[in-house]
């Protein structure tokens, strides 16, 4: 099961952190990802992490301001946000599956419910 929070609004030029709370015993070989999805748009990609950490994938159009980190002991998975834009705004979800990260949403086997994050200008 994954549950996220911290999603708000914010003005353009702020940042967010978003949390991602795992549980289900398996966390220490689950692949995590946020995805995103705005109003009337297709669910993308956003970033992934394998389950020992290291090298993350990114979506290229984020330009460096989102950073993705996961926290094995407590079984988080967070996702900063800086310099954020008001097409940022959308549907943020955490996203699991075993072993391999994987920028496609097909792909992920458990998911969370979502969480708001609104960019004013």
């Known amino acids: 099961q994954l549950v996220e929070s911290g999603g708000g609004l914010v003005q353009a030029g702020e940042s967010l952190t978003l949390s991602c709370k795992y549980s289900g015993g398996t966390f220490t070989w689950t692949a995590l990802a946020w995805f995103r999805q705005a109003p009337g748009k297709e669910r993308e990609f956003v970033a992934a992490m394998l389950p020992t950490g290291g090298a993350t994938l990114y979506a290229d159009s984020l330009e460096g301001r989102f950073t993705m980190s996961r926290d094995n002991p407590s079984e988080t998975t967070r996702l900063q946000m800086d310099a954020l834009k008001p097409e940022d705004t959308a549907i943020y979800y955490c996203?699991?599956?075993?072993?391999?990260?994987?920028?496609?949403?097909?792909?992920?086997?458990?998911w969370g419910q979502g969480t708001q994050v609104t960019v004013s200008s």
């Open positions: 996203a699991g599956r075993p072993f391999r990260a994987t920028r496609r949403a097909e792909d992920y086997n458990y």
